[in-house]
C-alpha cells in the first residue's frame, strides 16, 4: 500500500531545490512576460508609501488611492509636515490606517532628518524607518533601485513549500533560503514570477494543476496534502 505524505515528512534538499529552480524559470518567465509589480509609483517615495498602504489591502484598492494621494503629498516633507488626521482620512479605505498613517509619517521624517529627504538605497538603512521591514524593503530596493531583491509575500511562501524549494513559512527565513538556490541577477524577477502564478493558477485553495505549466517538476502536483 503507499505510503500517505504529508507536508511535515517533506524535506527539501537544496540541491535538488536550486535544479528545480533551473527547470522553472524559463516555463514561468515564458508564461508571465509582463511580470512586475502590481503598484503604480512614480519614484521611490511612491513605491515605498503603497508598499507601506498594501499591507492587509489589495494592489487594485492601492492604486485607486494613491492616483490621488501622489497628487497631494509630492515629498517627504509634505508627508511628514501633514497632519496625522488629514493623513488617516486620505488613506483610510486601505485598512489599518491610524498604524500606516504614523509609519508613513515617521519613515518620512527619518527620511528628512536622516537621508537627505531621500529614500535611502540600502537594507540596513531602509530598516531603520518605521515600519519598513524586509520584506517592503525588498519590494523598494527590486522596483524602485533595480537592486536584486527577493520579496517574500504570501504567494511566495505558499509556493515555495508546495514546489519544494523550501518549507519556512517564515518570510525572512524563506528569503535567505531562496537566495542560496536562485541566482542573484534573476530574484526581484523571480519572486514576481511566484506572485504572478499564485495569484493567477496555484492559488491558496484550490491549485489548477491540471492546467500549470510547471506541474511536471513540481512535487505537490495533484496532491492535496502537500497544499
Ligand atoms: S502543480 Fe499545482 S501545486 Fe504545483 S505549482 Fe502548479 S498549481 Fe501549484
Not at 503629498?73 to 498613517?101: L, P
Not at 535567505?176 to 519572486?191: C, G, H, M, R, Y
Request: charged share 25%; glycine share 4%.
Amino acid at each position: 500500500m503507499a505510503k500517505k505524505t504529508t507536508a511535515k515528512k517533506i524535506r527539501v534538499d537544496k540541491a535538488e531545490a536550486a535544479e528545480r529552480v533551473k527547470k522553472i524559470w524559463p516555463v514561468l518567465k515564458k508564461t508571465y512576460p509582463r511580470a512586475k509589480t502590481a503598484l503604480n509609483f512614480a519614484n521611490p517615495l511612491e513605491l515605498l508609501i503603497s508598499t507601506i498602504l498594501s499591507a492587509q489591502c489589495t494592489d487594485v484598492r492601492v492604486n485607486m488611492v494613491t492616483k490621488d494621494l501622489f497628487k497631494k503629498y509630492k515629498s517627504a516633507e509634505d508627508w511628514a509636515k501633514a497632519d496625522i488626521k488629514q493623513v488617516e482620512s486620505d488613506i483610510k479605505s486601505t485598512g489599518f490606517y491610524r498604524n500606516k498613517a504614523i509609519n508613513i509619517k515617521g519613515a518620512c521624517t527619518e527620511i528628512i532628518d536622516r537621508f537627505g529627504g531621500k529614500v535611502p538605497d540600502a537594507m540596513e538603512r531602509l530598516l531603520q524607518l518605521p515600519g519598513v521591514g524586509r520584506k517592503t524593503a525588498n519590494v523598494v530596493l527590486g522596483n524602485a533601485f533595480g537592486r536584486p531583491a527577493i520579496a517574500c509575500d504570501t504567494h511566495v511562501i505558499r509556493l515555495s513549500r508546495r514546489i519544494g524549494l523550501s518549507l519556512n513559512s517564515d518570510a525572512v527565513k524563506l528569503e535567505f533560503d531562496l537566495a542560496e538556490i536562485v541566482p542573484q541577477k534573476n530574484w526581484t524577477l523571480f519572486s514576481h514570477l511566484l506572485i504572478f502564478h499564485g495569484r493567477n493558477i496555484c492559488k491558496a485553495r484550490k491549485p489548477d494543476c491540471e492546467n500549470c505549466p510547471i506541474s511536471t517538476y513540481c512535487p505537490a502536483a495533484n496532491n492535496p496534502a502537500l497544499w
